[in-house]
Structures are given as C-alpha cells and as structure tokens.
C-alpha cells in the first residue's frame, strides 16, 4: 500500500549517514518488494541485519493436503480442533493447524494462550483474523495492539512475535499467501490513495507508532521460506536481538484494520460478493460479510441467490451473529462453509422464504474465494461434519 508513514528517527536523506549518539552509525536495510519496483521502507538498525551465528532445520507441523475428492461441499468444525484448556500452551506460530490450502494460499486456525517465538515468514504476505482475545504484536517496524475482529496484516519477511494478553485464548484464523495481500486495486488511484468508493480508508489503517528496541544474545528466530520440496522451515540465530530498529520510513509495513470499520455497500436488490470484498492476493480475494442493511426493493429477496463459481472455490468462516442463509444446516460460531467450484451452492431450504420482509442482517464473516482447488488439510479432516452436503435435499446416500 503506498500509504507513507515515519517512525523513530530517520536521516533527512535517505542512503546518507545516519549516527548514533555517540558517533557511530546505524545500518540501513531496504525492505522492498518486487525486486525494487514496488513499494517499501527503510530501516535503520543498531546492528548489521544479516548477521548470524547458526542455521538449523525447523520441522514443519504437518502441511499435506488431501484433495476435495469425490467433490462435495464441506462444513468444518472449527472449534472442535482445540478442546478444555489446551490453548494455554499453543500460540499463534507453532500451534496452527492447516484447515484448507492450495499453491496460492493456506488457511489455518489456532487458540492460542502463549507467547511466540520470533518468527518471519519467507513466502508470502499473512493476513491473520482474531475471531476473539486481545494482545500485541511486536514486530521489527513496531508494536502493534490488537483485538477482537482485527485482521492483522503482516508483510513477507517481518520478524515478529504474537504476545497474547489477558484471561481469554486469542483465537486466530491465519491466511498465509505465496504473494502479497493488498486493498482490492479497483478501490485505489493509481498512486496508491483508497478511493471515496472504497468501503474504507487510511484512517482506518493502524501502524506502529514507535520503536520495539530489545536486547538480547544468540537470538533464535524461526523463518518459514520455498525449498526445493515445498514449503520448509529454518531456525536463525542471530548474535544480537533483531528489534534493533531506531527508525524508519515508507510504505510498506504491518497494519491492522477493525471489521468493524468497514461500511457495508448496499443496494435495491441483493448486491454480489465483491461489494464485500476488504484484501486480494495472487489468485484469491478476502471479503467480509458485516451487520448491515439488506435489500430496499419492494419484491426483493435478501439472502443470496443460488450461484455457480465456476473459477473458484468459496470458504466462509462464521465469526458472529446469526447467518441467515445457512440456519438449518448446523452451521455456527467458528465454522467454516466450503462451496468448491462445480458445485451450485446457496441458501438452505426456507431460506429463501423466511429472508422477505427482512430488514437488517446481523451476521459476521470472512470469506476467501480462490481461482484454484482448495484440498483438505489435517485440521480441515479433523474438523469436518459428514452431514453438511447433503442438508439442501434433506438425506443422505442410500447406504
């Protein structure tokens, strides 16, 4: 995003002499995106960045996917994955538990009670939902809070931790991208700037405001990066602890965006998911669906039509109120809808009915559409109702 923002202290030129108070320097590194020719900052540190001590492997938890095969809908039961008071000794780094995923994108959940390790993912943009809990997350760019119905977006390659604060677990529905996750293009100018037609804008966007400086020795930090297999992960040590930024400048950097500051577009009658739509990346879009009025028209009919996406697989994740299209179906709080292209999905039976005459809808959730097969990962498996297909017509398989 070409939003500028300082924090700390930066030289007035960039790639001059920047120097400590006692006349050394600090080291410049520019974090950049697309080879420099997209948007970035520059950072200023109390040691050199690329320093380190040991490189070890990191074993993965397991990312295999199944594919959705014989193809069907599918209802996942979030909720079901962490059970009593497990959460207090998962966080949001190591305790993920892969639901869905492709080659452009995976999706995962975790409650989570502890504090992370220092961690940086190599691959790709994350965009991580906070279903419910409260904390902060310290980064290299800065803190930064969050709460309940944050998506916090973290760029590729940011060193951070998750530090979960109060007596809740923080639940956390994580997308982790192979790209960068960005406001929608259609709602920016060409120079970057959210548009009037855009359902939010820059002041709903929360950077760090000030510099996270720890100290520390033979620092571990754990890196999620491509190998030659796939997916693969390293343990860094660094001699020096890596929040050892004073300063920097520009315009990329983590943020956080409140669902609950995106307005709602409405119209006369049912309007299409892409008026929902808040992030895109590579091949997959983000929406939200957020309390809102619902269609004006005099005949019209509120919850959606019945559609076939033919390029791409739908996943809803429910995070609040009450969803009108899905009552009946078993669907609630922390569930997850997946509605895979070559099927046609839409409201349950009586939906359709029940819906005219409504007014308001007072729902919440998150959708991902991808434009390649989602497969099952082994929380999506453990997850799953067996029922869900077949709750349209009302019975199952002849057994």
């Known amino acids: 995003m070409a939003y500028y923002r300082q924090v700390g202290e930066v030289p007035p030129k960039r790639h001059t002499q920047h120097r400590r108070p006692d006349g050394g320097l600090y080291y410049e590194e520019l974090m950049g995106e697309e080879g420099f020719s997209s948007d970035s900052s520059l950072l200023y540190h109390r040691n050199l960045p690329s320093a380190l001590v040991d490189s070890t492997v990191w074993e993965l938890p ?29 966080d949001v780094v190591t305790g993920r538990r892969l639901v869905l995923g492709n080659a ?32 902060v997350v310290e980064t290299v760019f800065g803190a930064l809070p969050f709460r309940q119905g944050d998506y916090v977006i973290l760029p590729r390659a940011t060193t951070h931790r998750w530090l979960p604060q109060g007596d809740e677990p923080v639940r956390a529905y994580c997308i982790e991208a192979n790209s960068h996750i960005t406001p929608p293009r259609r709602y920016l100018s060409k120079f970057g700037q959210l548009l ?20 520390g020795t033979d620092v571990e930090v754990l890196v ?17 602890h890596p929040f050892d930024v004073v300063g920097w400048d520009g315009c990329l950097y983590p943020y956080t965006f409140n669902v609950s500051d995106f307005e709602p577009i409405t119209g006369r009658v049912h309007q299409p998911p892409p008026v929902h739509q808040v992030f895109e990346g590579n091949n997959f879009v983000v929406c939200n669906f957020v309390p809102r009025k619902v269609d004006y028209h005099p005949l019209s009919i509120p919850v959606p039509y019945y559609h076939s996406n033919v390029d791409s697989d739908e996943v809803m994740f429910y995070c609040g109120g009450d969803y009108e299209a899905r009552k009946g179906s078993g669907i609630g709080q922390g569930s ?7 099927h046609s999905h839409g409201p349950q039976p009586g939906a359709y009915e029940r819906s005219i005459g409504v007014e308001f809808f007072d729902e919440l959730a998150v959708m991902v559409d ?30």
């Open 62 to 90: 397991d990312l295999g996917t199944e594919p959705n095969h014989p193809l069907r809908p599918r209802h996942l039961k979030l909720h079901e994955l962490f059970g009593g008071q497990e959460w207090k000794r998962h």
């Open 104 to 135: 452009d994108v995976r999706i995962s959940y975790v409650v989570a009670g502890e504090a992370s390790p220092l961690y940086r993912n190599g691959i790709g943009d994350e965009c991580v939902y906070i279903e419910s809990g409260e904390g």
């Open 196 to 215: 009037e037609h855009s359902p939010y804008c820059e002041r709903d966007l929360h950077g760090p405001t000030e510099p996270v400086l720890a100290d």
């Open 224 to 240: 999620k990066h491509r190998g030659s297999t796939g997916i693969v992960g390293t343990r860094f040590v660094y001699p020096e």
């Open 336 to 342: 997850i809808s997946v509605h895979p292209g070559g």
């Open 370 to 399: 991808t434009f390649r097969p989602l497969e099952l990962g082994e929380g999506g498996r453990a997850a799953e109702d067996p029922g869900y297909a077949w709750t349209w017509a009302g019975r199952g398989p002849k057994q």
